[in-house]
């Protein structure tokens, strides 16, 4: 079973950065694709960027293409989400989540075993 933990929300202005972490434990990391999820209230979970096991390729949503990046360091079990230029609208609680290397990293219905979410808040 994988473990996720996720890290590094704040409340920021409107024009700031952050840097999200999501640490994995009791799973070789190198094998699962890594998404990061958010989730505003009353919304739905979406996807916000996905990254493939290898690192090589990444996917963006249209909203935070851009301005976030994500990528991985597979000898630290960690994924990040660099978070640039922020908007109020990116306000929301972000999850990141594994899928298995077997299936496409962009098939979001194999993303599972969510993390607790951090919170970030974008004031304007």
């Known amino acids: 079973q994988v473990q996720l933990v996720e890290s590094g929300g704040g409340l920021v202005q409107a024009g700031d950065s952050l840097r999200l972490s999501c640490a994995a434990s009791?799973?070789?990391?190198?094998?699962?694709?890594m998404g990061w999820f958010r989730q505003a209230p009353g919304k739905e979970r979406d996807i916000v960027a996905a990254?493939?096991?290898?690192?090589?390729?990444?996917y963006y949503a249209d909203s935070v293409k851009g301005r976030f990046t994500i990528s991985r360091d597979n000898a630290k079990n960690t994924v990040y989400l660099q978070m640039n230029s922020l908007k109020p609208e990116d306000t929301a609680v972000y999850y990141c989540?594994?899928?298995?290397?077997?299936?496409?990293?962009?098939?979001?219905?194999?993303?599972?075993?969510w993390g607790q979410g951090t919170q970030v808040t974008v004031s304007s």
């Open positions: 989540a594994a899928s298995p290397m077997t299936r496409s990293y962009m098939d979001l219905r194999w993303y599972s075993n």
């Open positions: 009791r799973v070789t990391f190198s094998s699962y694709h």
């Open positions: 990254i493939r096991w290898t690192g090589g390729s990444t």
